[in-house]
């Protein structure tokens, strides 16, 4: 019998909503934080653009992409409070 397996895709932006950077050590995080969740990941460093509207107004985000396959199991199918790799402290007016 065949096991069956679901797929995660994480989009990290590299840009917070005021045009600073993301500091790189916070993508780092996010990425081991996948793996101590989930044992193993993905990280793709190319650039993918994101586009996206909101109230009529139409923004373009550049972003990377966290891959976690993971067995198909109900635990793996309930979702997480807080974002991945989201910060406690300082991401109310960071672009979080």
């Not at 917070?16 to 793709?44: C, H, I, K, S």
Request: charge should be negative; hydrophobic fraction near 35%.
């Amino acid at each position: 019998m065949a096991s069956k397996w679901r797929r995660f895709e994480v989009l990290l932006p590299l840009q917070f909503n005021d045009g600073r950077e993301v500091p790189p050590e916070w993508l780092a995080e996010a990425v081991l934080e996948v793996v101590d969740q989930f044992g193993a990941a993905t990280y793709e460093t190319q650039r993918v653009e994101g586009h996206w509207r909101h109230s009529g107004v139409l923004y373009r985000d550049d972003l990377v992409k966290i891959v976690v396959d993971v067995p198909d199991s109900p635990g793996h199918r309930r979702g997480n409070s807080r974002p991945v790799g989201k910060p406690s402290s300082n991401s109310l007016n960071c672009g979080w």
